[in-house]
């Protein structure tokens, strides 16, 4: 049906077909609804085919790839990493290919480790120089504003 000008089933047939309507692709991909009409608005999955009634409708195949897009999003990848590792799962690809964006992505994610380690070390020494009690004076939005004892 995918391609065509005019949608041509009621729903009672594309279940005979084995599609799913949204809810029900939302429920066996675990990605939400609102989240595929956006993949789709995007290109990550391509329109759905819809019933003579308008409904969406997804093939199984459509759920599969809204699994490995939830996956991917699970790990971290960006929107753009996951597109490029939608084109290698399914056209020719080397491993080598894969292995690169995989790596690629370990590395951000390194760095972001650094940088939120350095944030809570931040945070763990501000809260440290706090009183927590009723007293005004607060280290940590003096930090916060950027010159301590600034009080506005």
């Not at 590792?85 to 080397?94: D, E, H, K």
């Not at 940088?115 to 607060?138: F, I, S, V």
């Amino acid at each position: 049906m995918r391609g065509t000008t005019r949608p041509t089933l009621e729903m009672s047939e594309a279940r005979e077909q084995g599609l799913f309507n949204i809810g029900e692709a939302s429920e066996a991909s675990g990605v939400s609804a609102k989240m595929i009409r956006h993949y789709e608005s995007i290109g990550v999955i391509p329109p759905a085919d819809r019933t003579s009634s308008n409904y969406r409708v997804y093939s199984q195949n459509d759920v599969h790839t809204l699994q490995f897009v939830r996956r991917a999003r699970d790990l971290g990848f960006s929107m753009k990493q996951i597109h490029e590792l939608l084109g290698l799962w399914r056209g020719q690809r080397s491993s080598r290919e894969v292995r690169k964006v995989a790596l690629d992505h370990v590395a951000e994610l390194d760095t972001k480790i650094r940088e939120m380690e350095a944030m809570k070390r931040t945070l763990e020494t501000l809260a440290a120089h706090c009183h927590g009690d009723d007293r005004p004076e607060c280290p940590i939005l003096d930090d916060l504003a950027g010159e301590a004892g600034d009080r506005r």
